[in-house]
T-cell receptor, first 107, second 115 residues
Framework: GQNIDQPTEMTATEGAIVQINCTYQ??????LFWYQQHAGEAPTFLSY??LDGLEEKGRFSSFLSRSKGYSYLLLKELQMKDSASYLC??????????WGAGTKLII | ETGVTQTPRHLVMGMTNKKSLKCEQH?????MYWYKQSAKKPLELMFV???????ENNSVPSRFSPECPNSSHLFLHLHTLQPEDSALYLC??????????????FGPGTRLTVT
């Protein structure tokens, strides 16, 4: 079966750095996505990784290792507005997104 | 503003009612999606339309019926729902992956409560 695992909840302090991990087992791989979802709002796109390595975008970075089925989202210089759920999703061989349950980040 | 709107934002309905959820995208995308989001569970993909044709129906009960009259509009018709159908229903749109698109843009969702 297809499975995406990420921690349910994490707590961090303002100004700190936090790393949210995601492991996956899917039928095929066409990229991994991270989305941010504030309570009561729509998920918004953060990053897309299809090749191994680190993608940096301002305070947020996303890393992918396809051989290990592993990704992480790194958030630096945390701000109160970063309190949200972070959703990991993998695009499978049918180009459909398989979603994790999300990690609630509390600042 | 994400360019994807959904109405209504909140809906309370009895198990014998019939209602419809509406989604509209203003982004020129050619694929639209319905998702169900329940507390502490992964997003569940319900239906996918690409170029107005349904390409995915993930074993969704027949009490949910989608309709895509054109590439900008998507409906979810609801009838004889069960209390366990109470959830946040999210609509999303994207460019079809074969067209080079991948990022999905989500609407704010409809919070559905079935009594």
């Amino acid at each position: 079966g297809q499975n995406i695992d990420q921690p349910t909840e994490m707590t961090a302090t303002e100004g700190a750095i936090v790393q949210i991990n995601c492991t996956y087992q899917t039928s095929g791989f066409n990229g991994l996505f991270w989305y941010q979802q504030h309570a009561g709002e729509a998920p918004t796109f953060l990053s897309y990784n299809v090749l191994d390595g680190l993608e940096e975008k301002g305070r947020f970075s996303s890393f992918l290792s396809r051989s290990k089925g592993y990704s992480y989202l790194l958030l630096k210089e945390l701000q109160m507005k970063d309190s949200a759920s972070y959703l990991c999703a993998v695009m499978d061989s049918n180009y459909q997104l398989i979603w994790g349950a999300g990690t609630k980040l509390i600042i | 503003e994400t360019g994807v709107t959904q109405t209504p934002r909140h809906l309370v309905m009895g198990m014998t009612n019939k209602k419809s959820l509406k989604c509209e995208q203003h982004l020129g995308h050619n694929a639209m999606y319905w998702y169900k989001q329940s507390a502490k569970k992964p997003l569940e993909l319900m239906f996918v339309y690409s170029l107005e044709e349904r390409v995915e129906n993930n074993s969704v009960p027949s009490r949910f019926s989608p309709e895509c009259p054109n590439s900008s509009h998507l409906f979810l018709h609801l009838h004889t729902l069960q209390p366990e159908d109470s959830a946040l229903y999210l609509c999303a749109s994207s460019q079809d992956f074969s067209s080079g698109g991948y990022e999905q843009y989500f609407g704010p969702g409809t919070r559905l409560t079935v009594t």
